[in-house]
């Protein structure tokens, strides 16, 4: 059983270095550049639509939930507001923090940093945070964003489900960034030109969630605390079922987003909620392709991929016994066959020599 | 001492497009904008080891393909994180159907 060690500030960052891990040669399939650039392309028309859709369906669930309460109908209401909250935030957090969701750059910047308040994540902490998962995705000890490490440990994951370790996470960063300080895994990959920008947004923040704790106190109601801060915890769920899915159970310390992604065809609703990041080998892959054009990039690397997951069913019944196993081996991991038009593995240093 | 070198041909790039353009050891691209001007920036991110040539062109600037980072190509100039040095660009001319570099 091989330990992993997952602090970016330990020393297997330094090991991932030497061992080659940290590089850009991963894996690319070829594509044609016209394709290519006309997949990149740009529009905010379906952007636009969907945060129209987005905010007009949060005002409503919100309204709806506080006209009939205290009635049990304002349950589903505020279920249904909490996910909108907390989960489609995260998808909108995303890709507005990759730029590509909107053509015109202030709404994805507007988006963005709204997005970031409701999953308290530091704008700019997790730009970088992000940009390293980018760069060495699932290489242990350099990717920040490793959502289950191995062994896993079952308790951490349901608690994870109702975000209970993120949102301590975010609260304590907020409240240390407040203090004109930052973490020790924030130094290793966030520039230091935002460390103030950080401090500052974390302040504004503080001010509104003790205004929010303010009003409910005030008003005697739940009502506040559960528009603003209790979703990120009762409406997380469905970022974490889906999220997982991403990377759960696959390979690390790979150079082929084929071996450490997971792509899985999911219902209209839930692709909604996710902007379509159940395309996620796809998107690993090639990053600058907007969320609304990656069923189309799916299309032209099918011959390249592993087949798809046909539902979130099917991705959990691929995903589950390999968390399992990794509770007791957490060198255990899925090795997905490749249709016979493919590019081999790229398995990178690491690779077993028996492997293919 | 930098001197002029036929980089490629004016249709070689597309409309809002990049090629890239090795000479010597180095890598650069040529990016042609909406306006038909043509610029010659290095080839690398400033970021990381990146191709910028598989970027995408809007208007007269580049996206990084990797971590979208977005350079203005007629000056090199960053505008977006994560990256923080600007990229060198080198002069352009076009004669004939000829797309020439100095560096
Ligand atoms: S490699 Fe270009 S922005 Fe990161």
């Given at each position: 059983?091989?330990?992993?060690?997952?602090?970016?500030?330990?020393?297997?960052?330094?090991?991932?270095?030497?061992?080659?891990?940290?590089?850009?040669?991963?894996?690319?399939?070829?594509?044609?550049?016209?394709?290519?650039k006309a997949l990149m392309k740009r529009s905010d028309h379906?952007?636009?639509?969907?945060?129209?859709?987005?905010?007009?369906?949060?005002?409503?669930?919100?309204?709806?939930?506080?006209?009939?309460?205290?009635?049990?109908?304002?349950?589903?209401?505020?279920?249904?507001?909490?996910?909108?909250?907390?989960?489609?935030?995260?998808?909108?957090?995303?890709?507005?923090?990759?730029?590509?969701?909107?053509?015109?750059?202030?709404?994805?910047?507007?988006?963005?940093?709204?997005?970031?308040?409701?999953?308290?994540?530091?704008?700019?902490?997790?730009?970088?945070?992000?940009?390293?998962?980018?760069?060495?995705?699932?290489?242990?000890?350099?990717?920040?964003?490793?959502?289950?490490?191995?062994?896993?440990?079952?308790?951490?994951?349901?608690?994870?489900?109702?975000?209970?370790?993120?949102?301590?996470?975010?609260?304590?960063?907020?409240?240390?960034?407040?203090?004109?300080?930052?973490?020790?895994?924030?130094?290793?990959?966030?520039?230091?030109?935002?460390?103030?920008?950080?401090?500052?947004?974390?302040?504004?923040?503080?001010?509104?969630?003790?205004?929010?704790?303010?009003?409910?106190?005030?008003?005697?109601?739940?009502?506040?605390?559960?528009?603003?801060?209790?979703?990120?915890?009762?409406?997380?769920?469905?970022?974490v079922l889906v999220g997982w899915l991403q990377h759960g159970?696959?390979?690390?310390?790979?150079?082929?987003?084929?071996?450490?992604?997971r792509t899985v065809y999911m219902n209209p609703i839930s692709?909604?909620?996710?902007?379509?990041?159940?395309?996620?080998?796809?998107?690993?892959?090639?990053?600058?392709?907007?969320?609304?054009?990656?069923?189309?990039?799916?299309?032209?690397?099918?011959?390249?991929?592993?087949?798809?997951?046909?539902?979130?069913?099917?991705?959990?019944?691929?995903?589950?016994?390999?968390?399992?196993?990794?509770?007791?081996?957490?060198?255990?991991?899925?090795?997905?066959?490749?249709?016979?038009?493919?590019?081999?593995?790229?398995?990178?240093?690491?690779?077993?020599?028996?492997?293919? | 001492?930098?001197?002029?070198?036929?980089?490629?041909?004016?249709?070689?790039?597309?409309?809002?497009?990049?090629?890239?353009?090795?000479?010597?050891?180095?890598?650069?691209?040529?990016?042609?904008?909406?306006?038909?001007?043509?610029?010659?920036?290095?080839?690398?991110?400033?970021?990381?080891?990146?191709?910028?040539?598989?970027?995408?062109?809007?208007?007269?600037?580049?996206?990084?393909?990797?971590?979208?980072?977005?350079?203005?190509?007629?000056?090199?100039?960053?505008?977006?994180?994560?990256?923080?040095?600007?990229?060198?660009?080198?002069?352009?001319?076009?004669?004939?159907?000829?797309?020439?570099?100095?560096?």
């Amino acid at each position: 059983m091989t330990f992993r060690d997952y602090n970016l500030t330990g020393p297997a960052n330094a090991r991932a270095i030497a061992s080659g891990l940290v590089t850009e040669s991963w894996y690319r399939t070829p594509i044609d550049r016209k394709v290519m650039k006309a997949l990149m392309k740009r529009s905010d028309h379906p952007a636009t639509r969907d945060t129209i859709i987005l905010v007009v369906l949060m005002i409503a669930f919100a309204v709806g939930a506080i006209v009939v309460m205290p009635s049990w109908w304002a349950l589903p209401l505020w279920l249904a507001y909490g996910v909108l909250y907390g989960s489609a935030m995260d998808s909108r957090w995303h890709e507005c923090g990759h730029g590509t969701a909107f053509k015109t750059r202030w709404k994805n910047t507007v988006v963005y940093h709204i997005a970031c308040f409701c999953m308290i994540r530091d704008p700019y902490c997790w730009k970088y945070s992000h940009v390293r998962h980018h760069s060495d995705t699932i290489i242990v000890g350099r990717d920040p964003e490793v959502a289950i490490m191995r062994p896993v440990v079952v308790v951490k994951m349901i608690l994870n489900l109702f975000g209970v370790l993120d949102t301590i996470d975010g609260v304590k960063r907020m409240v240390i960034h407040a203090t004109g300080r930052m973490l020790d895994d924030e130094q290793d990959y966030v520039d230091p030109v935002f460390f103030p920008k950080t401090y500052r947004t974390a302040r504004v923040w503080m001010m509104i969630y003790i205004v929010t704790g303010a009003a409910a106190i005030t008003l005697q109601s739940w009502v506040p605390l559960l528009l603003i801060g209790l979703p990120r915890l009762y409406g997380c769920w469905h970022m974490v079922l889906v999220g997982w899915l991403q990377h759960g159970g696959l390979a690390d310390n790979v150079l082929d987003h084929r071996l450490n992604c997971r792509t899985v065809y999911m219902n209209p609703i839930s692709r909604f909620i996710y902007w379509n990041m159940n395309y996620h080998v796809e998107h690993h892959m090639f990053p600058l392709v907007p969320y609304y054009r990656l069923p189309e990039l799916h299309e032209v690397c099918k011959f390249d991929f592993p087949a798809p997951n046909r539902s979130i069913l099917d991705g959990y019944r691929e995903m589950l016994p390999a968390l399992w196993a990794q509770r007791k081996d957490p060198d255990f991991h899925l090795r997905r066959g490749l249709p016979t038009t493919a590019h081999p593995y790229h398995n990178g240093p690491l690779a077993e020599p028996q492997l293919s | 001492m930098a001197q002029w070198i036929d980089a490629c041909s004016v249709d070689d790039v597309d409309e809002e497009d990049v090629i890239r353009f090795d000479h010597g050891d180095r890598t650069f691209i040529i990016v042609r904008d909406h306006e038909d001007n043509y610029y010659c920036t290095d080839g690398m991110c400033t970021h990381e080891d990146v191709h910028l040539a598989d970027g995408l062109v809007v208007e007269a600037t580049i996206e990084c393909p990797k971590h979208s980072s977005i350079f203005d190509c007629t000056t090199g100039e960053v505008e977006t994180p994560p990256a923080c040095e600007n990229l060198c660009t080198y002069p352009t001319k076009v004669e004939g159907d000829r797309v020439f570099v100095e560096i």
